[in-house]
């Protein structure tokens, strides 16, 4: 983010656009996720989530707000990040999906995998296979029902053998080796 520009005015492109850049409110969305100051990112944090929860925007940067809110990095904006795992735009839910991974939250492993099971766009299911693995749980009984998830959706992946189906195996696999790594199940 340029050092010059006021927080406001981004917030404000965001939401009004300019005259001058059909590209402005996107680029504002990316820029508001590169936001350093703490008193200046829940301004940011704010902006993002009006974007999103008035849910008018273009796709585009309606993308670039929910990865920028996985930037920030507060575990406050996870229900806002969770309900765009349903936004009618494929990669806002893949973008959402990646989100949830950077917030290392755990609280947002059921919606990953309703993500997994049920998204119809082979992008969003290999991002939340791939969020799935960064959030590892320590509880073992967690982590056992989530293999056992995750092996059951990547039978159905084979099975189906839908578009993009081998990305998807693949981050299945990825996130399977990480869980199964020093475990005795």
Same mark, same amino acid.
């Given at each position: 983010?340029?050092? %010059?520009?006021?927080?406001?005015? &981004? ?17 504002? $969305? ?10 200046? !990112? ?35 904006? &996870?229900?806002?990040?969770?309900? $765009? ?12 999906? $990646? ?11 059921? $919606? ?31 982590? !056992?029902?989530? &293999?056992?998830?995750?092996?059951? %959706? ?26 199964? !790594?020093?475990?005795?199940?």
């Amino acid at each position: 983010m340029k050092n %010059q520009e006021k927080i406001d005015e &981004i917030a404000n492109r965001l939401k009004r656009g300019s005259l001058d850049d059909p590209d402005a409110e996107w680029k504002a $969305a990316m820029s508001l996720g590169e936001v350093k100051d703490d008193n200046e !990112k829940r301004k940011a944090i704010n902006a993002l989530e009006e974007v999103l929860i008035a849910g008018n925007s273009h796709a585009l940067t309606r993308v670039h707000a929910v990865e920028s809110l996985g930037k920030l990095g507060d575990p406050k904006v &996870i229900p806002i990040i969770i309900n $765009a795992l349903n936004d009618p735009y494929r990669l806002v839910r893949a973008y959402a999906a $990646a989100s949830l991974a950077m917030l290392r939250d755990q609280s947002a492993l059921e $919606a990953l995998l309703v993500a997994l099971k049920n998204d119809e766009f082979y992008g969003t299911r290999a991002e939340a296979a791939k969020s799935i693995a960064n959030l590892t749980p320590a509880d073992k009984n967690i982590k !056992k029902r989530i &293999i056992e998830e995750l092996e059951k %959706q990547n039978r159905l992946e084979k099975k189906l053998g839908r578009v993009g189906c081998e990305r998807v195996i693949s981050e299945i696999d990825r996130a399977l080796k990480t869980l199964l !790594k020093d475990e005795v199940l």
